[in-house]
Every structure is written in structure tokens, then in C-alpha cells.
């Protein structure tokens, strides 16, 4: 058999990975789902179209292994480590509440600190797409600030094997919606302070990036409407990952209470 976290080949008598040195039972008995999984399969000799058998067996085990990627929790968690992410999910989860009920045009986003985290993505953003023209250019720096969570995301979730961090990279990743949702707003507007002291209404054309980007893309009279999908979008992708990152931290709670 295989270990159901690492995937290092154990002998069928062992009751602890070699390799992570997670006790099986313990796992299997907060992972029910994985446990089928580590056993054998009987060949499926019942049914009259063998190939429809083994798609529906590779579908099950893609959607068995997609769970325990995204909700895999370690037999060997840190209590202190639980209260410090639970601690940080409460914080999310009041700074959700109040980007989600502020206004797109209070830009209240755009006064918390998570916007000076946010703006220096934005800003590289600019420099590393200037490559593909002056449109993207403007576009970069939102793709540079989109990109950064979408890259710790992975790295959490796929190479760490760290949902917990995954879900809070994907609640990064949403709250930059809402971050850019007031900015776009602004795109006619010309109101919000720009970086270097201007302001959309007095600078040079495409130095407001939204502006820029929608009257190129002849969507300029659009641009509150855009502005609030971008808004819904983050609010969703923010709720989602509240609810995973709460999944994951009561296994872990069980876990540690064991």
C-alpha cells in the first residue's frame, strides 16, 4: 500500500508511514473517505460495459483525492498552532464582514493595510507586463496583484500540503477584488489619489489604469458595473474560503482533542 498523505510504498503490516510517520488508524479515522482508497480494489466483473466501470472507478478516485488534498489535516497537530490559525481566521473573518458591508465608493479597501500589501504587486505588475505593450502594461498591475495569492495558493495547497494556507491565500486572492472594485469605479470619475499624489481627472491619459483599460476596450460606461461584479466576485471568493479554512480548522480542533 501506498501512504494515503505522502504516497511512500509501506509493507501491508505497517501501522506507521516510514516516511511522514503518520499513524494509519489515527489518519483513516478523521480521513474516512481516503481509507477505500488504500485498499484493494476487487475487479468489477458485474457489469456489461467494463469501460464505463473504469471511468466511474477514475472519477471517484480524482473527486477521493481532490478531498483529501483540500481537507487533510495532519494526526500530529500543534494546539498552539490551532489557536494561533483559529485566532487568524477570526480576524478574516471580521475583516470580511466589514470590506463586504462598506461601500464600492467609501474605499474602504483601499484605507486598510492589506492595500499597502496589495500595491507593491500592483506596481511590479506594471513593470514586469510592459513587455507586451502599453495596454497590458496597464492591465499588469492587476494581473501582479491577482498573481501573487494565485502563486502562494499553489504553493500552499499543492506543494506544501498546507490547506489551511491555501484557504487563506484563496481569501488574499478574493479580498484583491474587492480591493481593485473602487479603482475601477473611479475610472470616469477620476477621484481617488493616484501613486505619486495625482489623480485620474488631472493626470496624463493611461495613467489612471482603469480608465485607460475600459475606454480602450470601449467599456468606459460600464465601469461601475464592473467595478461591482469585481466587488460580488471577491465577496464570494472571501466567503468560500472562510468556510473551508472553518472546515479545516474543527478537524484539526478534533485532531488535536483526540
Known amino acids: 500500500m501506498n501512504c494515503p498523505k505522502c504516497n511512500a510504498i509501506q509493507n501491508d503490516g505497517n501501522e506507521i508511514c516510514t516516511d511522514c510517520g503518520i499513524v494509519f488508524a489515527k489518519y483513516f479515522k478523521y480521513n474516512p473517505q481516503i481509507e477505500s ?3 484493494p480494489q476487487e475487479p468489477l466483473t458485474h457489469s456489461n460495459d467494463s469501460s464505463v466501470d473504469i471511468l466511474m472507478i477514475e472519477d471517484i478516485s480524482l473527486y477521493e483525492r481532490i478531498k483529501q488534498r483540500i481537507f487533510s489535516v495532519a494526526d500530529n497537530e500543534d494546539p498552539i498552532s490551532v489557536v494561533g490559525r483559529g485566532l487568524l481566521l477570526l480576524g478574516m473573518s471580521y475583516l470580511s464582514f466589514r470590506l463586504m458591508t462598506s461601500t464600492i ?3 474602504y479597501a483601499g484605507e486598510i493595510f492589506l492595500h499597502t500589501i496589495n500595491l507593491p504587486f500592483h506596481e511590479a505588475g506594471h513593470v514586469g507586463f510592459r513587455l ?3 495596454f497590458f502594461a496597464s492591465l499588469g498591475g492587476t494581473l501582479g496583484q491577482l498573481l501573487m495569492p494565485a502563486v ?4 500552499f495547497l499543492l506543494r506544501a500540503n498546507n490547506p489551511f494556507g491555501g484557504a487563506v491565500c484563496f481569501w488574499w486572492f478574493g479580498e484583491n ?3 481593485m472594485a473602487p479603482y475601477i469605479n473611479d475610472a470616469r470619475d477620476g477621484d481617488l489619489p493616484l501613486v505619486g499624489g495625482n489623480f485620474g481627472h488631472s493626470s496624463p491619459y493611461g495613467f489612471h489604469d482603469w480608465e485607460y483599460i475600459l475606454n480602450e476596450s470601449s ?3 460600464y465601469d461601475k458595473i464592473i467595478a461591482k461584479m469585481s466587488f460580488m466576485t471577491g465577496s464570494i471568493i472571501m466567503t468560500l474560503a472562510l468556510i473551508w479554512g472553518g472546515i ?3 478537524r484539526q480542533f ?3 482533542n483526540n
Do not use: C, R
Request: proline residues 0%.
Open 254 to 256: 478534533k485532531m488535536v
Open 219 to 221: 467599456l468606459l460606461q
Open 132 to 134: 507586451f505593450g502599453s
Open 248 to 250: 479545516l480548522l474543527y
Open 105 to 107: 465608493a467609501s474605499n
Open 37 to 39: 482508497l488504500a485498499q
Open 177 to 179: 477584488f474587492i480591493d
Open 152 to 155: 502562494l495558493f499553489y504553493h
